[in-house]
């Protein structure tokens, strides 16, 4: 089955602890997101990537990072600079940038 | 940067009643997209639209695309309980800037048995 598989499903931090969730797909598209939920604020994209090795910030890029180093893979890490990680993290894969997007099932991420 | 709203934020109908969501958009969008997230899952796409003016159907949902091609909307027919969920709207800009799509914050339908 093609799809995209975000793990763990639930993670918990540690204050001034770097955490990383991982995203991988296997659908064969170029194109990879995360997008970070917070109750009535709809999709915040924070993270983009059209091909392997290059990405982009989004709107709110501030305290996360990530790498492509693979197609299939485009991890993120919740850095200690992010001072309010708590929210349900989405990532997401189109055939190409701007395309209709497959989401997973998403992580949620909670502070200790 | 470009802005997507989306009203209302939340909307209780009675079972059998209808729907309707509205995307507006501040600047001309190149296509807009809808997806439904049910409570507890993930964004699944329903549909894109491009042209101006464009109407498509899928069984009891209406998606139309204003002739500006800057708002957009969802109507749902005669609501079922399998419609509960949070609708939102992703409208892609249609000059330079990014060609990804802004998501609206979603109108989270309730449905009263």
């Known amino acids: 089955d093609g799809g995209i598989t975000q793990s763990p499903k639930y993670l918990f931090r540690k204050e001034g602890q770097n955490v990383t969730l991982s995203c991988e797909q296997n659908?064969?598209?170029?194109?990879m997101y995360w997008y970070r939920q917070d109750p009535g604020q709809g999709l915040r994209l924070i993270y983009y990537?059209?091909?392997?090795?290059?990405?982009q910030k989004g709107d709110i890029a501030e305290g996360y990072s990530v790498s492509r180093e693979k197609k299939e893979s485009f991890p993120l890490t919740v850095t200690s600079a992010q001072k309010n990680p708590t929210a349900f993290y989405l990532c997401?894969?189109?055939?190409?940038?701007?395309?209709?997007?497959?989401f997973g099932d998403g992580t949620r991420l909670s502070i200790l | 940067g470009q802005q997507v709203m989306q009203i209302p934020q939340y909307q209780h109908v009675q079972e059998g009643e209808d729907f309707t969501t509205y995307c507006n958009s501040s600047?001309?969008?190149?296509?807009i997209q809808w997806y439904k997230q049910r409570p507890g899952g993930h964004p699944v796409f329903l549909i894109q639209?491009?042209?101006?003016?464009e109407v498509k159907k899928q069984k009891r949902l209406t998606f139309q695309f204003g002739e500006a091609k800057k708002n957009s909307s969802l109507h749902i027919t005669a609501t079922q309980t399998t419609d509960v969920g949070t609708y939102f709207c992703?409208?892609?800009?249609?000059?330079?800037?990014?060609?990804?799509?802004?998501f609206g914050r979603g109108t989270s339908l309730i449905v009263h048995p």
């Open positions: 997401a894969s189109s055939m190409r940038g701007g395309q209709p997007q497959h």
């Open positions: 659908l064969n598209h170029d194109a």
């Open positions: 990537s059209q091909i392997v090795n290059d990405f």
């Open positions: 600047t001309t969008l190149s296509n």
């Open positions: 639209l491009v042209k101006s003016g």
């Open positions: 992703a409208g892609r800009g249609a000059s330079g800037g990014s060609y990804i799509p802004t």
